[in-house]
């Protein structure tokens, strides 16, 4: 059973930055492949990036340019650097994980965290 926690969100104004955290319990955490996800009031969970155990990165089109996934094994963590962030960028983030799947379909991920509120003001 792998538990995820994620941190570092909150609130900034449009075009600041911010960067997630999520750290991981699991001592094979550098088998797992990580995603983050993201939800907003009234909407269903949306992809945003993954990180593919070996290291090859996937962003979603909104994110693309913008958003940068990645990992350190050593202190089984992943990071979610977020720049000029935009108003539509407010929900709440959430840190994903599995062994075989690093795509965008979220039914597809084992373990989650519990997620952080990210919320941009115009």
């Known amino acids: 059973q792998v538990q995820l926690v994620e941190s570092g969100g909150g609130l900034v104004q449009a075009g600041g930055s911010l960067r997630l955290s999520c750290a991981a319990s699991d001592y094979s955490f550098r088998n797992y492949n990580m995603a983050w996800f993201r939800q907003a009031p009234g909407k269903e969970r949306e992809f945003v990036a993954s990180i593919h155990w070996l290291g090859s990165t996937y962003y979603a089109d909104s994110t693309k340019g913008r958003f940068t996934i990645s990992r350190d094994n050593a202190k089984n963590s992943v990071y979610l650097q977020m720049n000029s962030l935009k108003p539509e960028d407010t929900a709440v983030y959430y840190c994903?994980?599995?062994?075989?799947?690093?795509?965008?379909?979220?039914?597809?991920?084992?373990?989650w965290g519990q997620g952080t509120q990210v919320t941009t003001s115009s």
């Open positions: 994903a994980a599995d062994r075989d799947y690093n795509g965008a379909d979220p039914v597809r991920y084992d373990y």
